[in-house]
């Protein structure tokens, strides 16, 4: 079952491995943490939530959008085992130094994390995906990322408030959404392509306080 698998590889990969220094001793805590730059280390439940609802299989190819401090990456490249391929993208360019660090100490080569590339979400360069994992909430359902989707590939994305899973179709029928829960993430956001455009705006890192717990199947943050 997807469930006992999940709880295997997150009890297998754990989460204070991919947190700031001052953020470790609360890791057992489900609550988002803060991991600089704005950005949130989601809390487990959701995390667990997700995988869930993603079902990776092994050897799947999969895309970990907002990969943040690359927790979620490592677990997606544990769920697919080395016969798999995991690509991790993260906008913050602090982030993308810190989660590659802890990836590569975490074990799996066949797993990456890189600098998105600005005015795109996802990497269509390496698509087509089985799998697409979004830790950050879409205002709509992305259609660029549901078109990096493999035929019966699931996409699994925050959108306004509510957590959607959506597969997308082997044939020419209308792409399947399905509604889990309410959860709360920060926003998906891309940078301009032009960094010269007024509404970039760069990331600056901000202190990281002591976490205050939150309620239950709400979601914040990256991976």
Do not use: C, K
């Amino acid at each position: 079952m997807a469930t006992s698998r999940v709880v295997e590889v997150m009890a297998a990969v754990r989460r204070e491995g991919f947190l700031p220094d001052d953020q470790r001793q609360y890791a057992d805590l489900d609550v988002p943490l803060p991991i600089g730059w704005g950005q949130t280390n989601s809390q487990p439940t959701t995390v667990r939530q997700m995988l869930e609802l993603l079902d990776v299989q092994p050897g799947d190819h999969v895309l970990d959008v907002g990969a943040g401090s690359g927790w979620t990456t490592a677990l997606l490249a544990r769920l697919t085992g080395p016969t798999g391929r995991v690509v991790g993208v993260e906008r913050v360019p602090g982030l993308v130094e810190l989660g590659a660090a802890n990836l590569s100490a975490a074990g799996v080569p066949w797993a990456s994390l890189r600098q998105a590339t600005p005015g795109m979400f996802g990497d269509p360069s390496q698509a087509p995906y089985d799998r697409i994992l979004v830790s950050a909430q879409a205002r709509a359902l992305p259609d660029d990322l549901v078109a990096q989707l493999a035929p019966a590939g699931v996409l699994v994305v925050p959108v306004s408030g509510r957590m959607l899973r959506a597969v997308r179709p082997s044939s020419g029928t209308p792409l399947e959404v399905e509604e889990h829960g309410w959860y709360r993430f920060v926003p998906l956001v891309s940078d301009p392509a032009d960094p010269a455009d007024p509404a970039h705006e760069p990331a600056h890192e901000p202190t990281t306080p002591p976490p205050e717990v939150s309620g239950r199947g709400v979601g914040s943050g990256s991976g």
